[in-house]
């Protein structure tokens, strides 16, 4: 463990996608890996895409952990239950409080909110 924490030294962003969501801790090895990024000044993205719907509800303990958010416009809106595209990135924002949220929506290109 010494010798992983000793890496985070030498790291500038841990990206982590949202399968992992779905593994045996359902997450949680997600949670402490950006809760030590965060204690050494490592930039986290997290690209939620594939988080299992009743997985979802495990984003709130990584508020304030994750810098950047990449995720379709249609798993914002399963996300955050709200149709209004606008009002979904907002909520999202209040959910996990990051520097910027990446979404994609198809042939029209992406929305960045920063």
Known sequence: MNELMNE??????????GYVFDNVD?????V?????????????FLEIGGIPCDKIKNL??????VNYVTLNEQELIIITGEQDVT????ELHEILTPEIIFVKTGGRGSIIYD
């Open 8 to 17: 985070y030294k030498n790291m500038n962003l841990i990206y982590a996608s």
């Open 26 to 30: 359902q997450g949680l090895s997600v």
């Open 32 to 44: 402490k890996l950006f809760n030590t990024a965060r204690e050494y000044n490592v930039k986290t």
């Open 60 to 65: 709130n303990e990584l508020k304030s952990l």
């Open 87 to 90: 009002r979904a990135i907002e």
